[in-house]
């Protein structure tokens, strides 16, 4: 929107809770009917999982738009044996790295792309537009002080001190995306015989696991969604949920989105609830969510 795009969503997918790769293609049938085919896409890697890249490329070519993963929980995920970033089915990889992601700068993010002229195009517009690679001028180079600015960029360099922060957790991304695994796999054992999903994992991709998401099956259980959620607080345990769906968000029920356009989204959002998941979590800490849940739902 900042661009002066216009935005719509895509429904989930109920078993990964990404982007539904139908969903997609029934509305991109419909918008070129209307002649009103999206330039971008921007599919969003939950929980670390990939997307079905594959598919969403040959939407991309098939329609002619463009691809931009958001991989913010991404980061040492993996599609059909390849990173997450490699952008072998899109434009460019987006990563955060907030402090609450796998790997943290501080503040600040990546962009990975394997496009040559938008590499260049993002290193300029890292640092005000400006070039000093005579290549990319108008004219000639007056000497060896000269540059030019060329369009209208941003400041949007990262910090020394931070990127030395990156550079050091980038070192210990496997160790911890391999904790993460242990961890889910001890939850998803743990927790198989409870009234609840357990995370779906597609076999084309080796998720980062960013999230631990389980769905109640609330016609088993005795309590409201909110009362499990609430218990679980009061017994010191953070769970989250995420997301709150954003066509839901005020700011974009002002735009017209309404209630009930993304129920895979909206009955995800009645049922779900993340537990702790971060490398620092000891198995002892993990046994007593797991039977404090356990209680909470017998
Ligand atoms: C955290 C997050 C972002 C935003 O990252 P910032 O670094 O805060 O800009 C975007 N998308 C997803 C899926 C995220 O989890």
Known sequence: MYCGAEVDFVDIDPKTYNLSVSALATQLAIAAEREALPKIIIPVHFAGQSCDMSAIGKLAQQYGFQVIEDAAHGI???????????????????????????????????????????????????????????????????GPWYYQQMELGYHYRITDLQAALGASQMNRLDSFVNRRHELVERYNIGLKDLPLSTPY???????????????????????????????????????????????????????????????????????????PLYSGLTNEKQDRIMSTLGEILQ
């Open 76 to 142: 040492g995920g993996r599609y059909r044996d390849r990173p997450i970033g490699c952008c072998e089915f899109s434009d460019l990889t987006v990563f955060s790295f907030h402090p609450v992601k796998i790997i943290t700068t501080a503040e600040g993010g990546m962009v990975l792309t394997s496009r040559k002229d938008l590499y260049e195009k993002l290193i300029r517009l890292r640092s005000h537009g400006i070039t000093r690679d005579s290549r990319f001028m108008q004219g000639e180079t007056d």
């Open 201 to 275: 994992q597609n076999p084309d991709t080796y998720p980062s696991w960013h999230l631990y998401v389980i769905r109640l099956e609330l016609d088993r259980i005795q309590y409201t969604h909110r009362e499990v959620f609430e218990a679980l607080r009061s017994a010191q345990i953070g769970v989250n949920l995420h997301y709150i769906p954003v066509h839901t968000q005020p700011y974009y029920q002002n735009l017209g989105f309404k209630w009930g356009q993304f129920p895979e989204s909206e009955q995800y959002y009645r049922e779900a609830i993340s537990l």
